[in-house]
């Protein structure tokens, strides 16, 4: 087992910036990649970002490229993601998630896949006024 606790969320003004932490506990050993999702109200769980354990590599979706950092500090087990240049539309509760899946190195497309993911945080709001 897994445990992901976020932290960080609140509420900021368009062009502003957050910085979400989720901290690990547990098997952390097992997870081949960390990676965060979001979901807005009324809309499903969407991907945001995700990054490799063994490579360091990252990952994102086109709508946060360029605005939002995936990082990971492994001396605290704690993943984070660095929020620039917020909008309105990125409002959203925002999920940390934990895969063991084997197959990432072999097709990207499956940092991206929510159902790959086995554990997940109970999620932080994220709230941008305009």
């Known amino acids: 087992q897994v445990q992901l606790v976020e932290s960080g969320g609140g509420l900021v003004q368009a062009g502003g910036s957050l910085r979400l932490s989720c901290a690990a506990s547990?098997?952390?050993?097992?997870?081949?990649?960390m990676a965060w999702f979001r979901q807005a109200p009324g809309a499903e769980r969407e991907f945001v970002a995700a990054?490799?354990?063994?490579?360091?590599?990252?990952y994102y979706a086109d709508s946060v490229k360029g605005r939002f950092t995936i990082s990971r500090d492994n001396a605290k087990n704690t993943v984070y993601l660095q929020m620039n240049s917020l909008s309105p539309e990125d409002t959203a509760v925002y999920y940390c998630?934990?895969?063991?899946?084997?197959?990432?190195?072999?097709?990207?497309?499956?940092?991206?896949?929510?159902?790959?993911?086995?554990?997940w945080g109970q999620g932080t709001q994220v709230t941008v006024s305009s």
């Open positions: 547990g098997r952390t050993f097992s997870s081949t990649a």
């Open positions: 998630a934990s895969t063991t899946d084997r197959f990432l190195t072999f097709n990207s497309g499956r940092y991206f896949r929510r159902d790959l993911y086995d554990y």
């Open positions: 990054r490799s354990t063994s490579t360091g590599s990252t």
